[in-house]
């Protein structure tokens, strides 16, 4: 499939041109036409490496996670996305089953103020996942970019640095 792809502009110039005009002077001149053209061929040729790149991962986060490990920290692969929520909030009764009569809740202290396991913030989170990305020089526009395009629009992220 790559042959497709393997065009020599020089060559295809030389062999259209008949052989009574195959003269150096009509051949630079041809030459210098095909120039932006080949320029042109070498830009088309980049993009379709990074669209073969690209087509290669998904939005899974196994495949995002790779995709950013080899883009931005390929030697020591540190970027790692974990999932927002840290804990997982532990159901012990609600507010509206404790009966004030026979109260269930019992304070460690004389105080009236509980005491919480987990605050609210640490069992929800506005973010669907955290993407931790090493103290480096990574451009955060590119980094942002690379995980636009790769993750669903729907999915909330943070980037943190450690």
Not at 17 to 29: A, G
Not at 62 to 82: C, G, H, M, T, W
Not at 94 to 120: C, G, H, M, V
Request: net charge positive; aromatic share 16%; proline share 4%.
């Amino acid at each position: 499939m790559d042959h497709l792809f393997n065009i020599n502009f020089k060559r295809l110039a030389l062999w259209w041109v008949p052989t009574f005009r195959r003269k150096s002077i009509t051949l630079n001149y041809l030459w210098c036409l095909l120039f932006p053209l080949e320029a042109m061929y070498i830009d088309f040729l980049r993009k379709r490496k990074q669209n073969l790149i690209k087509m290669n991962y998904n939005y899974q986060k196994y495949s995002v996670q790779k995709r950013l490990n080899d883009a931005f920290d390929p030697i020591e692969r540190r970027i790692k996305i974990v999932k927002a929520v840290q804990y997982e909030g532990v159901y012990l009764y609600t507010e509206a089953e404790d009966n004030p009569q026979y109260s269930k809740t019992k304070w460690l202290y004389d105080d009236s103020n509980p005491i919480y396991l987990r605050t609210e913030a640490e069992l929800y989170s506005e973010y669907d996942f955290i993407v931790e990305i090493p103290n480096t020089a990574i451009n955060p526009l590119q980094l942002k970019a690379e995980i636009d395009f790769y993750i669903l629009q729907s999915k909330q992220y943070q980037i943190v640095i450690i």
